[in-house]
């Protein structure tokens, strides 16, 4: 069953109107007709089943046929703080970041990144990885579509973190899982959390050093070296089986 996201603006008590470029993948591109059946989700977190009613070249009508009280996103808000690779990693990161079930995703420029963007580039980048994020909130049936930030200095980055309860950053030189999984297990439904991943050049010195005076909790992902677009992944998979079996 095909997934749309509409604002919560575009629903009433008994129906929704899906407007703008998900009208032409409607109509033109999947060829959808009057009578199928969609799941429309809100940017609230609201989710219905529904059936087409109209289609026109401007707006598709659907009639509400349920409204879905379980939704698919975790208990938990997962900030993904994602030091800048390099070539397309960033568009991987975004995509399975998002199935994983982040929240946010923040790029973060940091001193062993080689990529380095100005603010025109980096808008027309981040464009780009908000409609990954669509995209791959639709295929994996999220109730909302994760934001993708404007890139962030990591001392801006570590700011922002201030905010969360709970903050881990994977690092290659801390070793024990037994202490990672200590700080997994001490996580409770509904707190906030952060996870700061390095770029291919890792973590400086001096950004290892920011992170425990901001007492952030360095973890171990395991005795082998992963790449930057492996690290959080392998992150927010160990965070997620953690949350849902709480959930």
């Given at each position: 069953?095909?997934?749309?996201?509409?604002?919560d603006t575009q629903v009433s008590a008994s129906a929704v109107?899906?407007?703008?470029?998900?009208?032409?993948?409607?109509?033109?591109?999947?060829?959808?007709?009057?009578?199928?059946?969609?799941?429309?989700?809100?940017?609230?977190?609201?989710?219905?089943?529904?059936?087409?009613?109209?289609?026109?070249?401007?707006?598709?009508?659907?009639?509400?046929?349920?409204?879905?009280?379980?939704?698919?996103?975790?208990?938990?808000?997962?900030?993904?703080?994602?030091?800048?690779?390099?070539?397309?990693?960033?568009?991987?990161?975004?995509?399975?970041?998002?199935?994983?079930?982040?929240?946010?995703?923040?790029?973060?420029?940091?001193?062993?990144?080689?990529?380095?963007?100005?603010?025109?580039?980096?808008?027309?980048?981040?464009?780009?990885?908000?409609?990954?994020?669509?995209?791959?909130?639709?295929?994996?049936?999220?109730?909302?579509?994760?934001?993708?930030?404007?890139?962030?200095?990591?001392?801006?980055?570590?700011?922002?973190?201030?905010?969360?309860?709970?903050?881990?950053?994977?690092?290659?030189?801390?070793?024990?899982?037994?202490?990672?999984?200590?700080?997994?297990?001490?996580?409770?439904?509904?707190?906030?959390?952060?996870?700061?991943?390095?770029?291919?050049?890792?973590?400086?010195?001096?950004?290892?050093?920011?992170?425990?005076?901001?007492?952030?909790?360095?973890?171990?992902?395991?005795?082998?070296?992963?790449?930057?677009?492996?690290?959080?992944?392998?992150?927010?998979?160990i965070l997620a089986y953690h949350l849902e079996t709480l959930?």
């Open positions: 069953m095909y997934q749309f996201f509409v604002e109107t899906i407007e703008g470029s998900d009208v032409n993948h409607i109509k033109n591109v999947l060829r959808m007709k009057c009578g199928e059946k969609v799941r429309i989700s809100t940017q609230s977190g609201k989710n219905y089943y529904c059936e087409l009613t109209e289609i026109t070249e401007n707006i598709v009508q659907a009639d509400i046929l349920e409204e879905i009280a379980e939704g698919t996103e975790l208990p938990n808000k997962i900030y993904l703080f994602q030091g800048l690779p390099k070539a397309d990693k960033m568009e991987l990161v975004i995509q399975k970041a998002v199935e994983l079930g982040a929240y946010e995703i923040i790029p973060v420029a940091m001193k062993n990144c080689v990529v380095k963007l100005d603010d025109k580039k980096a808008e027309n980048k981040v464009r780009r990885w908000q409609e990954i994020a669509k995209s791959a909130a639709k295929q994996s049936k999220r109730s909302l579509i994760p934001k993708v930030r404007m890139p962030l200095t990591y001392q801006q980055a570590v700011e922002m973190a201030k905010e969360l309860q709970a903050v881990f950053v994977p690092y290659e030189n801390e070793r024990g899982m037994a202490a990672t999984k200590e700080a997994v297990e001490r996580l409770t439904l509904g707190q906030s959390i952060g996870v700061f991943i390095g770029p291919e050049g890792g973590f400086s010195p001096e950004e290892i050093a920011l992170a425990k005076d901001e007492n952030m909790q360095l973890i171990s992902l395991g005795k082998r070296i992963l790449r930057t677009e492996t690290a959080g992944l392998a992150t927010l998979a959930a």
